[in-house]
């Protein structure tokens, strides 16, 4: 069987993760098939047999809709092979193939929470365009030989609901957890006299920070004492968020806020295993990679009270879930956590025995015995 393997837009954080353990499983399951994966420049291509690249430049949003109006069918056009499956790990699936049978990777949430985006906000025109028109580009890019791999069962219900895809049509795997050994990390250098607690996350506004904000300025209101001991960790770079700034400033909370911009990977676990626990507001989420990565410290987190925070940690102990905009409930929590001087780690989160990965090429395998 020849199959095209869809990824080039897989380029960063749980995206990438997703690329990154497809491949790393196709070393042993190729299964005599003939593989060929379209994947970005920057990304990992390690040499397997069978296994062809074909890489693709789309590092920004003009490359990117060139490729997908013209460059796609062109490549197709160009390596004129004929294909016998598709298989997408990038929600969408090629439309220039939809008559043969698909199978696709979904993990865009977006579409399916009841939102309403302003087009005329900068930060929120995205959003509005994958609430919008996104389920169009899904629906066009299938055909009706189709199947879908979601990785929470909220994920496959809006699958369902959204797209009209039968359930039975749509399996839920929930991803591996990444290999860890959390002696081998190193403490990060917090300083001792504060209690630190971290956020890692875009600034996209469904993700909170501007919440934490208000809930900052709670616990001032509320507790002096404990305000001053508090450091809030954002992987945002000051400079780039002046709306951020403006109410950090307007709030007279300066000093508990802490910018570090982008961070390596490294860098954030080591502050997981250090910090007093990881702060989780986001309000729409496709999984919540942090939240898997600090319960594989034991670390405490605090999350939404939401469906997938509930779906992700279901097997965590160490999860304090609050009401996803109640700023009292955050501001008392983390004055809780603040007052604790316990260590307060918990039964770190274990791996499955059982990689779904080798369900998701399953999947592929029938898929080939059915055509």
């Known amino acids: 069987m020849n199959i095209l393997v869809s990824a080039a837009a897989l380029r960063t954080s749980g995206a990438r993760t997703i690329y990154r353990q497809f491949i790393n499983h196709l070393?042993?399951?190729?299964?005599?098939?003939?593989?060929?994966?379209?994947?970005?420049?920057?990304?990992?291509?390690?040499?397997?047999t069978d296994v062809e690249y074909w890489v693709v430049d789309i590092s920004n949003k003009l490359k990117r809709c060139g490729f997908e109006?013209?460059?796609?069918?062109?490549?197709?056009?160009?390596?004129?092979?004929?294909?016998d499956i598709?298989?997408?790990?990038?929600?969408?699936?090629?439309?220039?193939?939809?008559?043969?049978?698909?199978?696709?990777?979904?993990?865009?949430?977006l579409p399916f929470f009841n939102y309403k985006w302003h087009i005329y906000k900068r930060k929120e025109l995205v959003m509005w365009l994958y609430k919008?028109?996104?389920?169009?580009?899904?629906?066009?890019?299938?055909?009706?030989?189709?199947?879908?791999?979601?990785?929470?069962?909220?994920?496959?219900?809006?699958i369902v609901v959204k797209y009209g895809i039968e359930a039975s049509?749509?399996?839920?795997?929930?991803?591996?957890?990444?290999?860890?050994?959390?002696?081998?990390?190193?403490?990060?250098?917090?300083?001792?006299?504060?209690?630190?607690?971290?956020?890692?996350?875009?600034?996209?506004?469904?993700?909170?920070?501007?919440?934490?904000?208000?809930?900052?300025?709670w616990i001032k209101m509320h507790d002096a004492e404990a305000a001053k001991k508090i450091r809030l960790h954002f992987t945002l770079?000051?400079?780039?968020?002046?709306?951020?700034?403006?109410?950090?400033?307007?709030?007279?909370?300066?000093?508990?806020?802490?910018?570090?911009?982008?961070?390596?990977?490294?860098?954030?676990?080591?502050?997981?295993?250090?910090?007093?626990?990881?702060?989780?507001?986001?309000?729409i989420e496709t999984l919540g990679l942090p939240l898997i990565e600090c319960?594989?410290?034991?670390c405490p987190i605090f999350a939404c009270d939401l469906q997938y925070a509930h779906e992700v940690l279901a097997q965590y102990q160490g999860v304090h879930f609050l009401p996803s905009r109640s700023i009292a409930h955050w501001g008392k929590a983390?004055?809780?956590?603040?007052?604790?001087?316990?260590?307060?780690?918990?039964?770190?989160?274990?791996?499955?025995?059982?990689?779904?990965?080798?369900?998701?090429?399953?999947i592929i395998t029938q898929k080939a015995a059915a055509k």
């Open 27 to 48: 070393r042993t399951r190729v299964d005599g098939n003939h593989y060929y994966v379209i994947v970005d420049k920057d990304m990992e291509q390690p040499e397997m």
């Open 69 to 83: 109006l013209w460059g796609f069918k062109r490549l197709l056009d160009a390596k004129n092979i004929k294909f």
């Open 86 to 109: 598709v298989v997408s790990l990038q929600n969408l699936g090629v439309k220039q193939l939809k008559v043969l049978p698909q199978i696709i990777y979904y993990h865009q949430s």
């Open 132 to 158: 919008r028109l996104y389920p169009s580009l899904v629906r066009r890019s299938i055909g009706k030989n189709v199947e879908f791999v979601a990785q929470l069962p909220s994920i496959k219900q809006g």
């Open 169 to 217: 049509h749509v399996h839920v795997l929930f991803p591996d957890l990444e290999s860890l050994n959390a002696e081998e990390i190193r403490p990060y250098p917090f300083d001792n006299t504060h209690t630190h607690f971290v956020f890692p996350a875009t600034s996209a506004p469904y993700k909170g920070h501007a919440f934490l904000l208000k809930v900052m300025t």
């Open 237 to 283: 770079k000051y400079t780039d968020e002046k709306q951020l700034l403006t109410l950090i400033q307007a709030y007279g909370i300066e000093k508990n806020i802490v910018w570090h911009g982008v961070i390596p990977h490294a860098k954030l676990l080591s502050m997981y295993a250090s910090s007093k626990g990881l702060l989780f507001p986001s309000v």
């Open 295 to 298: 319960a594989r410290f034991g």
């Open 334 to 362: 983390l004055i809780a956590a603040v007052n604790d001087k316990s260590q307060n780690h918990f039964t770190p989160l274990q791996p499955q025995a059982h990689s779904s990965w080798e369900d998701f090429f399953d």
